[in-house]
């Protein structure tokens, strides 16, 4: 139905609303972005540990198998090594919003809601994490966050959540197509409408005036604001008051697609827009947008920045992150209690470099397609992660997804290779098996699960969660690779990796860092090496060769004596 102007102010004056809070409650994700700053939360200072549903359970999840796992964790004592996280992926969800629009879970599988879930996960000392997609549909087709954002993100905080993965399936990119401007108003209710003519602005890069003779008025318009290419500048714009106003985009209407623009006031608040596509019916159009204007003189800036999917990607992500870090502020407030920060996980598949955004959007970055229980899932998504070094550090990590320890016919050694490596990448560790296995009849941990005993290696563990934050560098690649990960006071963890299937031989020798900036541990004559997985410690003078098993790991963690 189209709203015509009258019936919108009727409408309004009915419901008793003012037309900008009403402008600004539609308006899609953030109403404000902030770009190019770091996303800053507190939630992933060291990797984020936990457990998640979908490795195991995939589309067959429910509220029961969730709090068995819950208590599983706990009873395993996998809580006390970090493991806090317990993540419901894909499927949680019903198949319709409710009637204010807010997702619901699914009736049948988790009867009782998410927030009694979270409270009962909570009051095991645990966190409950939740997923959706950043696309109109989770990959399983369910409903998602996408144009829901802010909605979304206050329900998350309300129900406790604690932990979000936002997939990518069913994804729109934001248009690279910008608006053809013909001019900007700025209205208040109490004060005079201020036009401004784009014809009469400051135009940048591509922007030009042309005309239109079916257009109202002289015809006029700026067209050429596509993919950051041009801009209409309104300098030095007097505002009589301070506060809320309706910014009208006068438009072109063309095309029979969505654009995008940016308002951009005093280069730091960004209001996002979205054009509609046209059926070329009439030509003149309108979009509105609430900004928030300080008195006096303001510059205000329209384009379309977005030149690629990767600029998309960005922007949705970060709008999404933005919105996470609003609601646990607004609902701790409403709670009278300390924000429960949501630890953001993004998860594009690497589509996008996201390593290259991914710091100002979240806390962790999918870098790599889905991690399968085989070794050749394994070493690929290994080859690339190990890669991205320079990208990761505290609150902001690569992620080369769940892990599958566990899982699949993957041999005890490649289960330990698989872990070790993660521990070495500062990634993640997501639990991704069934930890109800790792107890015993009676309820106890059953030490001798072999599974159990390479998860909760605390030697492993602590290079992992190392306060330093740095990922592994790979020193030497081949067959055989030797990776180096920088710990706190002055250690070093050493891992030599054998890719084949046969024992190798493999050396490290100190020699091979010994101009390397990044690693910080003092010369000596003798160093104590720990082994991690053999939990002995011998003294080298520096030169350490192992033969390692097929596919496997020798794991060190060296330190120079006094
Ligand atoms: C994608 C993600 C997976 C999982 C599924 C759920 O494939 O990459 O990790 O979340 O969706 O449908």
Known sequence: MKLSQTSFSKTLKKHKLCPVCTI????????????????????????????????????????????????????????????????????????????????????VTFPSGIKALAKEVNALGLKLGLYTSNGTETCEDLPSSLYHERTDAETFADWGIEYFKYDFCHNKPIPTAGPELRAVSLSRPGTDEIVLEAAKAELRGTAEVLTDDRLSGDGAYVAGLDSGNGAVIFYDVEVPEAGDYTLTLHLRKWGYFRKYAEVEVDAKDIYPVTIPPTRGGSHDGKAHV???????????????????????????????????????????????????????????????????????????????????????????????????????????????????????????????????????????????????????????????????????????????????????????????????????????????????????????????????GDVDLPKSDRYTVYDVWENTTFVSNGEIGEKVAGRSVKLYRIKAMA
């Open 24 to 107: 600004r409650r539609l308006q899609s994700a953030a109403g404000v972005h902030v770009e190019g700053v770091g996303f800053e939360n507190g939630a992933a200072p060291t990797p984020p540990m936990g457990w998640s549903s979908w490795n195991l359970f995939g589309r067959n999840v429910n509220e029961r198998v969730i709090l068995e796992t819950a208590k599983a964790i706990k009873a395993a004592h996998l809580d006390e090594l970090g493991y806090v996280y317990v993540n419901v992926d894909d499927c949680w969800m019903a198949s319709v919003r409710d009637a204010e629009g807010r997702l619901q879970s699914d009736p």
């Open 290 to 516: 609430t900004v928030t204007l300080p008195a006096g003189k303001v510059n205000i800036r329209v384009r379309n920045p977005v030149g690629s999917f990767a600029d998309s990607a960005a922007k949705q992500y970060r709008a999404m992150g933005l919105e996470l870090q609003r609601a646990a502020k607004l609902t701790a407030e409403k709670e009278g209690r300390e924000p429960k920060p949501i630890c953001f996980s993004i998860c594009e598949w690497g589509l996008n470099r996201p390593w290259k955004w991914g710091a100002t959007a979240g806390n962790l970055w999918r870098t790599t397609p889905d991690i399968r229980p085989t070794w050749a899932s394994v070493l690929s998504i290994y080859e690339r992660n190990v890669l991205l070094s320079k990208y990761a550090g505290p609150g902001h990590w690569n992620d080369p997804d769940m892990l599958e320890v566990g899982n699949g016919n993957l041999t005890d050694n490649e289960n330990t290779a698989h872990f070790s490596l993660w521990c070495m990448m500062a990634a993640p560790l997501i639990l991704g098996n069934d930890v109800r296995t790792f107890l015993l009849p009676d309820g106890r941990p059953d030490l001798s699960n072999k599974t159990l005993r390479i998860i909760a290696n605390k030697q492993a563990i602590s290079i992992n969660q190392d306060p330093l934050g740095k990922q592994c560098v790979r020193i030497k690649a081949g067959l055989c690779d030797v990776l180096i990960k920088p710990l706190a006071n002055k250690e070093l963890a050493v891992c030599l990796f054998n890719k084949t299937t046969a024992p190798k031989e493999a050396a490290f020798s100190l020699a091979q860092i010994a101009n390397r």
